[in-house]
Every structure is written in C-alpha cells, then in structure tokens.
C-alpha cells in the first residue's frame, strides 16, 4: 500500500532531523556547560568567608550547590548522547546512496535524541534561570531587596519559557496534523477523480 | 489565480530568511549573554565592600541586578527559541525537494522567530547598553564626573539605536512595497500588452 | 563470492564513521580539557590556605590531584591520536577516487580510533563527573552537609551513564545484526526466485 | 542603452561585497568589543585605590572612560547593524536564480552598511589605540617615562594608520576607474570595428 | 616507464595529506599553547611568596620556566610554519586544474611540514605531561604525596605516549608497504597475463 | 605574445593566493594579539607593588611597555588591513565568471597584502618572543636564574626562526624558478619540435 520511496524520502527527513537537534543540543550544551561552570567557580572562590554560623545561609549553598551539580550533569548528559550517536548518523548522510537510510541507527535510538535535546534545551535553560536566582541570593545576601526583586522577575519567566515550550509543541503537532490531513484529502480528490475518469472511460468504451 | 510554483519559492525565501534570522540570533545572544555574566560576575566580585548604608548606592544595585538579570534571561529566551525551531528548519532546507517547504513550520512560529530575532538584536543590545550606564555608576561611584559623563554619551547612544531600527524598518518596508508595486506594474503591462497582441490577432484575422 | 564493489561502500561507510568519531573525539576532548583545566586551576590557587595540618584533606587533595591528571592526560591522548590519525584519513577522503579507500589506514588503526572515541566520551566524561564530585568536597569542606548531598548525586548520574553507554551499544549491535539478517533473507529470497524462474524457464525450454 | 544582464552581474557582485563587509565587520567587532571589555574590566578592578585626591589622575578616568564607553557603543552599533541586515541577504544569496538580486535590501541600506563597516574597521581601531594609550597612562601612573614612550608610540601608529586608510581608498578608486575606463575604450574600439565593418559591408555591398 | 596521471594523483594526494597535518599542527598548537600560558599565567601569578630562601623550590621554578618556555616556543614554531605554508597549498588547491599540482611548494617544504606536525603533536604533547609534572610539584610543595603520586602518573603516560606513537608510525609504513606490494602483485599479475594474452595472439596467429 | 587566458588563471593564483594569505593573517594577528593581551593583562595587575625605586626594573618596564605597545599595534594593524582587503576580494571570487579577476584589487594591492602577512606571521612572532623574554624577566626579577636561562633560551630561537624565514624564501624562490625554467624548456622543446615538423612538412612538400 505504502509508497517504498515516499517511505525513505520521509526516513532520511528524520534523520536529518535528528541530526540537526543532535548538533545544536551538543553546541548549546557546551556553551551553557561553560556559562554554569563559570558561575559556580566565582561562588565557590568567595561564598566561604562571611555568614558562616547563619543555618539560613547554609541551606541556601546547599540549593545552590544541587542545582549547579545538577545543572552541570545534564548538561555533561547531552553532551555525551550528542557525541556518541552523531558520528553513526554523520557517516550515513556522507553515503550518496538513497537506501544507506536504513543503516542510520536515528530511528532505534529516537527516544535518546528526544532526551538529550530536552535536556539540553528546556532543562538546561529552566535549571540556569533556578541558578541565576540562587546566584542572586548568595552573592546579595546582604542586599535583601536586589535579591527579592530578581526571584520576582526569575519566576515569571520560567512560567513563560514552560508556556512557550508548550505553545511550540503544540503548534508543531498542529502543523504536521495539518500536512498529514491535507495529505489524506489530495490522496481522496485523486481517488474520486481517479474513480470518475473510470466511469467516462467506461462509458466512453 | 496565484502561480503555485512562485507561491513556493516565496516560501522557501521565507524559509531561507528565518533560517539566517535564526542562526544570527542564536550567535548574537551566545555572544551578548557572555559578554553580560562576564560584567555581572566582575561586578558581584568587588560591590559589597564599601557604601554598605549609603541608601542611594543600594538603589543602584538594585536598578543594577533588575537590569543584568533582565538581559541574560531575554537572551536565554531567545537562545531557547533559537534552538528549538532551528532544527526543524534546517531539516527541511536538507531536503532537495520543492514541495518540502510545506513541511516546514516557518511559517507557523512566524511570530515566535521575529520576537527571538527582535530580543537578541534590539532589545538585547538597548539593554546591553543600560547595562553599561549602570555598570559605569556602580564602579565609578567615586568618581561621580566620570560616571556622568559615561551616562550623557550612553543616552544619545540609545536615541540613535531607536532611530536605526525605525529607520531600517521603514526601508525595508518602502524596499518591499517598491517592489510589489513594480511587480503589478510589470505584470498591468504585460496585460496590455496581450490585449493589444489579441486585438491584432483579432484585426488580421 | 562477495562484490567487491559493495566491499568498497562498506570500506567508505567505515571511513566516514572513523572520521566522524575522530572529529568528535577531537572537539570533545579539547572542550572538556578546557573545562578541567579551568577547574584544577582554581582549585590549586587557593586550597593551601587552611586544613593543613588535616590529614583527611590531606587525602582529599591526593584523590583530587589524581583525578585531575588522570582527566587531562586522558584528553591528551585522545587528542593526540585524533590529530595523528585525522590528516590521514582526511587526504584520502578529498580524492574523488573510489579505489582509494584502500589508502586509508582506518581499517589498521581501527583499535585506536575506537581507544581515543572511548577516552574522550566514556572515560572522560566519567572521570569528569568524579572531578567535580571530589572539586565539591574540597571546596565546601566546611559544608558537609552539601558535599554529601553532592556525592548523593553524582554516584546515580555515573550509574545512569554506564547504563546509557551498555544500552546504546546493545541498540546499536541489535540494529547492525537486524540489518544484516535482513540482509541476508532478501538474498535467499533472490535466491529462491531465481531457482523458481530457473526451473520455469527450463520448463518452459 | 545599457544591457540588462551586466546590471543584474553588477548588483550581484554588489551583493557579495556587502556580505562580506557585514561578515567581516561583524566578526571584527565581537572581537574587539571583547578585547575592549576585557581591558575595561581590568581598569576598573583596580583604579579606585590610589591617587585618590589627585585631580590630573581623575582627569585621565575621565578621558579613559569616555574611551571605553564611546568605543564598546561603537562596537555594539556595528553588531547590531550587521545582525540586522546580513539575515536579509543572506537569504537572497541562497535563492538560485539571477533576478532574486532586486529583492535584496543590499542597495537601500548601502549607507548603513559601509557605516558598520567603518564603525567596526577604522573607527573601531583609532578608537582602540587611543584605549591602549590612555590604559598605558592609568596603570603606569607612576611609571611615567613608560607612559610617555607609550605615548610616542601610538600617535605615530595613529598616523600611520590614517595614511594607510587613505592610501587604501585612493587604490581602490584609482583600480575602479582604471577598469571603467579601459571599458570604455573597449566598447569605443568595438563601436568603431562596428562601423568599419558596417562600411565594408556597404561597400561590398 | 611511470605513468605521469598516476604521478599526479599521487602529488595530490601528498598536497591533500600536507594540507591536512598543517590545518590539524595549526589547530592544535593555537589551543596547546593557549592552555600553556593559561597554565604558566597562574604560576608566575602566586609563585614569589613563599619558600624565597628554599634552594631546591628555587630549581624546581628552574626547570618550570625552562619548561614552559619551551613549550610556547616550540607550538609558536609550528603555528609559524603552518601559517606560512598552508597559503600556498591552499592557493593551489582551489584551482581545478590536475596540473597545478606542480606549482604548490608541499614536495619542497616537505621536512618543515612534517617538523610542524611533530612539533604540534608529539612534541608538544610530551612537553605539555612535563609541564603538568613540573607544576604539581610547584603548586603542591607542601603536599609531597600528591606531587609525587601525580608523577608517578605522568611517567607511564609519557612511555605510553611514545609507545603508541612508534607503533602508529609501524603500522602506517606496514599499511604503506603492503599496499606498494599488492600494487606490485597486481602489475606482474597483468604482465602475466599479457605475456599468455600475446602468447595466446601468437599462437593463434 | 602571452595567452590571455593562461595569464587570467595566473590571476586567479594570485587572487586565491592573496584570500589565503590574508585570512591566515587576520586568524594569527586576532590569535595572537589575544594572548599578548592577556599576558599584558597579568603584568599590568601586579607590578607595581615591589621594586619601585630601583631604577634597572623601572628600565626593565619601559622595555616591557614599547614591546607589549608594538605587539598589539603591529597585529592590530595586520587586522586592519585584512579586514579592508579581504572583503574586496572575496566578492570577487564568489563570482564564477573568469574574466571577473581584473575586478578584484589583489594586484593594485599587492604590497599591503603583503605586509599584512608579514607584520602578522614573521614580525609579529618575533615580537611575541621578545616579549616572553621581557614577561620572565619582569615576573622573575627575584629569580635571576630562572630569568637567564629563559633569555639563553629565546635567543637561538630566534635566530632559529629568522633561519626558518630565510630558507622558506629561498625554497620558494627556487621552486618558483624551477617551475618556470622547466616551462620555458618545455616551451623550447616545442618550438624545436614544431621547427623540425615544419621542415619535415617542407621536405615532404
């Protein structure tokens, strides 16, 4: 029934897919991975000289310490998935031959790619925002309002960034439900066109 | 009515056009968010030293924390949007097929690519440049003529900026409605034209 | 028996899988490198200062120190191997020549491609996330509540990635003998056919 | 009169120089604009300890500061100009047929684009050397001969730098009319063959 | 007797491989010697407090200056000559013309090329283990056990280093060999059959 | 006399020559120029602190000052006149008409190219060892030691490079006069060739 070459066509389409999100995920992981390391590096030269005996301040390193290890594993996580699928997606796109599609692991490894890309996109920059926020209370902890102030403007935007990654999926599933009906309806016309040529032909015979 | 064929080539210069918009504000904002934690950080090093009661001074870290938080969460936002919609995209531009640009959503997330576009390029640098006003107050507290100064070359500076960007739109705008003008024009003549090769025909025969 | 010019694609296909791994390998071991060195450095500026007459710090540093130099020389010699090995390839992948995947040396030096793959992803990246477990403890000392919660999160992420590593390679061979067996039943399959229009057209004489 | 196809050749080959220029300024800038934050950030860690009183010294912050500020703004309009306009040509560049030229702003916007350009180039540059020299008067305050030789040795750079500017555009000029001019006498000899030959053909005739 | 087409190809070949080291020494001494200042920068930053009067600390900074030195020399070595070489190879590798091999310098310049690459790649990685060595012991002087255990790692990694630099030299004159001899096989082989074919022609004569 | 269309593709040589030769150049000096300010950087923070009234370390800073002021400026110059060029003669070579060369002003521009690649490869190299050789010696002032043998070091390494300079000129050159000499021969050859067939065909005739 179904088309074998439409079926390649639509293959190598995920593959290139996978390996443009497989590349940005990788770019985008090491640029933040570097931004995150930065930060926790300045925190950790000075955070341990004042407020030494105030229990409030101790839970705040606590937060702040989980969230920068937290922030650096997954940004280490995409890395690694990004550094060890792309070569085996990289050789296939060099073969000019219409059927090394099948050679390409993207479909088998689908639900990997999906996770690093999350990973180093939504989690990545949500966990940076909750870092900024924590930077802000540890370095201004003596400037209460400047820190009150930039959790106010931090939580918003998160809000907004999960709106936007839910607006996003929503109006890319829009899209391809949209295609795919178009599709279905071209493929019906073609039928009942199809189906009354038949009928003249018939009649005409 | 409208030819189909120059209907889709339309559409991949649309595609081709958020493609640039969104590799250049990917990069622009790498850039820019860098350059702002770099300036964030040295700042967070040194402020809590001296002015500790000066109520003025503590007014300014406060403008000063609203104003660098602001600028690394708008350039995240548009990294974020950068990452997510470019992979998609450039699948598509992989694809040596014509009709493949339907399958792209460029023209969905059209809102959200123009608002990535516009928060990396003139929001990001108008608030890279109060940034700098701010930074300029902060450190050069003691040296309030300098500081000044710095403030009155940054004010005109934004001025000119604003008037760039309306300027660059307005031209743009007139470069477009030029050409379709001349493209009715063109096509007004080509119409005439036929009627009076018609009329002809009609006359010789 | 087998086509020699399908033994030539296949060479290709392991060519480009080489330098794609190689290329990886390069960039990965140069920015994790980068960071480590980032890391030790900071590290070494300051830890002389206090707990010195501690002889558990004293064995932290020692921990620490090892870790660091075992990572740094890992991505050395990934490194390394990746530019050795590298130009090799690349001259031959520039000649338009199918014969002249014989040139390349990928198939001999096929071990250490898949040793310095393995240094710079694996090995590095788990050895990274030691580091930083070890960079918590020495830097928040006087916080053991965060060190601890540190190790507490570091040791499932390690875990995570060594099932992520065996459950990539088990996917990876699944889909390659999938391919092959595959292969295999469309070759008995011609076969069969042949047989049968063989015997037809013996029938048919 | 003039041929249609030569134009549309031109208004590519102005295209081309206009991407280059905007890539080229636009790369230039990220990297001065670095350099010039760097040197900045620099001064401003350490200048408010000493010479506190002196108001020669509070002069110099002046004057380094108005530097500083003038040159980052500099940089920041060239990115942003760069960033603004190169999307829009980038985009025609990658349409594959000859008439897409007219849609690309590069013409309209031809003022902006030799402004980012000069700004990014020979503005950027004079600006950062007179940087250098005021830095050289900040830090070596008390090294004053050192300053002075300092001194002695960018005015001439500055100079130099001028000269070469002018110098590069005379050259540029002169090749221009130099090739416009042999077109000419080109198209005059031809025009005169025309006729000779027009003649010939009479007299034969 | 030698056929000038497959002369040529293989001088291209050499051009591509020449090409191909020099990109790699060029790349790899730029990021080598950034992390050797970057490394050395910290040293000379600390070094001068304490221990003035130790005269074994006194060689120890001895050996790491002379260390250092070294290393920036010999990765500024092969920067220079790769960046004087590779614009004429490159020059010449962008003319599509299969006799413009001749005119690029890659057969003349042949021992600086490979000096380059030696330089960037073993050289300079060896140089790099040292450094490291020498810097443990400058940094951790008063934890003995750290910088001994940190040599006791360095020294097998230099053996293996240089092991696997002479095997990979083995193998890649093995893999040259063999292929020389094969092709030499494979032409008596021809000669062979030849000789029958002529053989054959006489007899049938 | 000269064909014209060999003497366009010498053009293009020199014009993809020259694009090579001033992207190395922009790279290095951009490279380069980083690193010397960097080490600038470092030298300016610290030095005056110790010292100050002994006149042999106040000379020892205004040697220091002139090399560090000249290194910046003589790749911020090789900058500049890469960035001016480059531009003119990329959109040249996009252009795929063969004729398009005599647009481009390589050859008007020939010295400034030139001198460009000079300033930044063998200028700009020398300075940047004569500038290490100051840094050990400012950084080292109270390790004499230390400080001579890193001078005894750089000195035969600079003469070492100006032999390098040499040699790849002269090797150049030579190449250059082989490759024409032989042309000339080949030329000569031909000429005898044609004579004796010309004789030939006068004698048959």
Partial sequence: MANPHSLQALSWRRLYLSRAKLKASGRTSALLAGFAMQVAMVELQIENEKHMDDP???????????????????????????????????????????????????????????????????????????????????????????????????????????????????ILMQHKFHRSSRGLEELENMATKLNGDNQLNIQTV
Avoid: Q
């Fill in 56 to 170: 409030a301040y101790e839970k705040l390193v606590v937060c702040f310490t989980v969230c920068s290890v937290l922030l650096v594993l997954v940004h280490l996580f995409a890395l690694l998935i990004s550094v060890c699928i792309l070569p085996n997606i990289e050789a296939v796109s060099n073969v000019h031959n219409i059927n090394a599609v099948n050679e390409s692991p993207h479909d088998s490894l689908h639900n990997y790619i999906e996770m690093a890309w999350a990973c180093s996109t939504i989690l990545g920059i949500v966990l940076f925002i909750v870092e900024i926020m924590f930077l802000c209370w540890v370095k201004l902890y003596d400037h209460r309002t400047s820190a009150w102030i930039a959790t106010a403007m931090c939580i918003p935007a998160l809000l907004l960034l999960c709106l936007f990654a839910i607006r996003f999926y929503v």
